[in-house]
Each structure stands twice: as C-alpha cells, then as structure tokens.
C-alpha cells in the first residue's frame, strides 16, 4: 500500500532521499541508507514506494512539479517580454535553490531512470521548457532577441542549471543579480537593462 502522493509524510520521505542521492549518488544509495535516514525499517519502505527506482521518479517529478508551478505563477500577470524573461529566471533560481537536492540528482541521475520513467518525466520536462520557449518567442516578437530561440531556450537553462554546481548563497552574487545577468547576456544588454 502507497501513501497518497501529496501526502506530507510521502514528501519528507522525498526530500530525505533527494539529500542521499544527491550526496551519494543513486547506485551507491542502498535501501537501508534510505530506510535509516528516513527513521524507518528497510521493509516499511516499501509501504511508501514500490521499489529504489519511483524513489528517484518521485524525487525528480517533485522538483520538476514545483519548478513548473513557480514559473507559472511567476510569469501570470506579466505582459512585458522582457520582465517575463526576468521572472522566469528568477523563478528557476528559486526553484534550483529551494529543491537544489533535487535538482542535482535530475541531472546526474537521468541516466539512472527505467526507460518508462524518463518518457514519463519528459512530459513534464516538455511542459517546461514549452513556457520557456514562449517567453522567447515573445521576447524575439519584441525584437528584443535574434537568432535561435531554441539554442538561447536551451543555453540559458544550461547557463541557469549549472549554477548548482558553483553557487552558494551568501557568496557573491544574489539570486536577483544571476538572474539580471542571465536576461542581460540573452538580450545582450548590461545587467542594468540598457
């Protein structure tokens, strides 16, 4: 029996096996680390999932989910181009700094996922990327951009993406000032606008 999929317990469980897998990296995760971690006996894992791999379907459709639902909001009542552009970056960096576990194991451990499982994420990967892809198209209409729209669509999430390798909060830059810097190099503008 599974716990609802919105359930509080099912998402600490989430969470907790996003920082191991995110430390330790999927195939050296073992059930008992997951079990021991998430306080509970090895077997009563399989009371929450039915096996180590919708671990990490749950762990990466949870941070694609709430990605999704950030930039959503972000951009709703935005009409400018240019300030969703802005929005949508400042919400994926949010959403990277928020759920950076998650993040991290989407990126590494892609390759890790059943086959039936990367389709099914690739849904929500589209779905993402197609709200990224509008907001270009917008921003070309604008004659704000040239050039590729899906090759600036996809250097910029890689640009944006990355971050969680090299950013630490407090340090240099503030989320806002990423996020000015990457709207600046796609509009190829300064990071004031101009």
Avoid at 74 to 82: G, K, N, T, V
Avoid at 113 to 135: F, G, P
Wanted: hydrophobic fraction near 45%.
């Amino acid at each position: 029996m599974n716990l609802n999929k919105n359930s509080k317990r099912r998402k600490e469980l989430v969470a907790i096996a996003a920082r191991l897998f995110c430390d330790q990296g999927y195939e050296s995760t073992t059930v008992r680390m997951l079990a021991d971690a998430m306080g509970i006996k090895s077997g009563s894992l399989f009371h929450h999932f039915n096996d180590k791999q919708e671990i990490l379907f749950s762990v990466i459709e949870a941070g694609m989910q709430h990605a999704m639902q950030i930039a959503t909001q972000a951009i709703c009542e935005l009409e400018q181009p240019r300030e969703r552009l802005m929005a949508l970056a400042r919400a994926h960096l949010s959403t990277l700094l928020e759920d950076r576990d998650a993040h991290v194991v989407a990126i590494y451990e892609w390759r890790s996922l059943t086959e039936a499982s990367r389709q099914e994420l690739v849904k929500l990967r589209d779905a993402y990327e197609s709200i990224w892809s509008q907001v270009i198209a917008e921003c070309h209409g604008a004659g704000l951009i040239q050039g590729n729209q899906g090759l600036q669509r996809r250097l910029a999430l890689g640009a944006l993406n990355w971050t969680v390798q090299w950013y630490r909060p407090g340090v240099g830059l503030e989320p806002d000032d990423l996020a000015a810097e990457l709207v600046a190099m796609v509009l190829r503008e300064d990071a004031c606008g101009k």
